[in-house]
């Protein structure tokens, strides 16, 4: 049936003018905020997987000394090595899975961490008690945020890491009932091992 004459004929085109700008700048620009999660998720994971190659570290230096100044402890930073090794190999995981190297502090951590762990472990029980109190509640705090900063963007890099906390917290709590508040080792070595450690996570997260 015809239409009357006059009568407005309707646009074939279903968007408006610039519609198909808007589009293409809208997708554009959620790649491009896609990717900056992205990015910044794989330097999370790549500075996390560095720490825990340090921290196992730091339990091998302190494991080795403590046979001789904490016999007591020994079985405990075995279980604590353990837990971190367990812990490198899901961030290395993810990474591989993500087609991403190692971070380029890797093997200084490796080397601070056992330069740590042998400097502490010769000092005593007090001293490796007070040093894991101090790396965790840095790394217990970084982790926390990192999982605000990648809740609902980055689902993968947020499971690894909320995998880890349960047994990073129990580092910290199990430690911190060896440590009487104000002691030497806990007012020296706390400042000095929270800064070291604030300053690898740091260092790891540049470009």
């Known amino acids: 049936m015809c239409k009357a004459a006059g009568a407005p004929r309707q646009s074939l085109n279903p968007h408006p003018p610039g519609g198909y700008a808007h589009l293409v700048f809208d997708c554009m620009d959620t790649i491009a905020r896609s990717s900056a999660t992205h990015d910044l998720g794989d330097r999370i994971l790549k500075v996390n997987h560095a720490g825990e190659h340090g921290a196992i570290n730091i339990y091998s230096g302190q494991l080795f000394m403590a046979r001789l100044t904490a016999p007591g402890l020994v079985d405990e930073l075995k279980a604590f090595r353990s837990h971190e090794q367990r812990h490198r190999s899901i961030f290395w995981a ?5 087609q991403r190297p190692r971070c380029r502090s890797y093997w200084l951590c490796g080397f601070g961490g056992l330069v740590l762990g042998l ?4 000092l005593g029980s007090g001293a490796i008690a007070a040093t894991t109190v101090a790396v965790e509640s840095v790394v217990l705090r970084h982790l926390q945020q990192q999982l605000v900063a990648l809740q609902g963007s980055d689902p993968a890099a947020v499971a690894a890491i909320s995998s880890i906390v349960a047994e990073e917290q129990q580092h910290h709590d199990h430690s911190a009932s060896h440590v009487q508040a104000g002691t030497l080792w ?5 400042p000095i091992v929270s800064a070291s450690t604030e300053a690898v996570i740091w260092l790891g997260m540049r470009r």
Not at 119 to 122: E, H, R
């Open 94 to 98: 993810e990474l591989r899975r993500r």
């Open 186 to 190: 806990s007012r020296l070595l706390s």
């Open 119 to 122: 400097i502490t472990g010769l």
